[in-house]
């Protein structure tokens, strides 16, 4: 399966800044994601990174706040904007493999970020 | 009412036990099921997809049933290590949707 490098591990960071994680993959893939695990919660899918055109956001879930690039098929980058502590959270990129089949889903490491 | 819904428990089972999940899902179109597997602190990574025909891998069987809307996992003989959240997984049209997780601590 696909190995995912993400980065930083964990951050601890001012209210009212900002943060840019990234993904690194090993391999092209077509369909990366984004998603938040709250403490104590499953995970919540943020937005899908379309390569070459905007990200598409689920409900609840606005550009301004997690702007996200895609410029090619191996790299995302995901922006946590104008922090507050509700922010705080573990976010994950994913990328989708045919795994024999169907569809399964790989993550990177985790992001755990804490806003103070 | 939830998409997905696992009981969160905590399940403790001692050593060589045999545990059971279930994981029940509201949307019928629901097209592929997975359980995923996550450590304290670590990043959910996948244990088994589900078929309708039931699938097993070692001392886990997944099984699922359409026509009652649940997917389930047996884990056979527990091992310490068998200590985690497990995750069920829905997915329909690319789109996936996590349950919250049932965690299983498994003590000598």
């Known amino acids: 399966s696909a190995v995912i490098s993400q980065k930083p591990s964990r951050d601890i960071c001012q209210r009212g800044t900002s943060l840019t994680i990234q993904c690194q993959v090993d391999s092209q893939v077509t369909m990366m994601f984004w998603y938040r695990q709250q403490p104590g919660q499953s995970l919540t899918l943020i937005a899908t990174a379309n390569q070459g055109s905007e990200a598409t956001y689920e409900s609840g879930f606005v550009i301004d706040k997690f702007p996200i690039s895609r410029p090619n098929l191996t790299f995302s980058t995901l922006t946590v904007s104008n922090m507050s502590p509700e922010d705080s959270s573990i976010y994950l990129c994913?990328?989708?493999?045919?795994?024999?089949?169907?569809?399964?889903?790989?993550f990177g490491s985790g992001t755990r970020l804490t806003v103070v | 009412r939830k998409e997905v819904e696992q009981d969160p428990g905590p399940f403790n089972v001692p050593e060589g036990a045999t545990v059971a999940f279930n994981c029940t899902y509201s949307?019928?179109?629901?097209?592929?099921f997975f359980w995923y597997r996550q450590d304290c602190r670590k990043e959910p990574k996948l244990l088994m997809s589900v078929y309708s025909s039931g699938n097993e891998d070692g001392r886990f069987t997944a099984q699922l049933n359409r026509a009652s809307q649940y997917i389930s996992l047996l884990i056979r003989d527990s091992k310490l290590s068998d200590s985690a959240t497990y995750l069920c997984?829905?997915?329909?049209?690319?789109?996936?949707?996590f349950g919250d997780g049932t965690t299983l601590t498994v003590k000598p």
């Open positions: 949307n019928s179109a629901s097209q592929s």
């Open positions: 997984v829905l997915l329909n049209a690319g789109k996936s949707t």
């Open positions: 994913s990328v989708a493999e045919q795994l024999n089949p169907p569809y399964g889903y790989t």
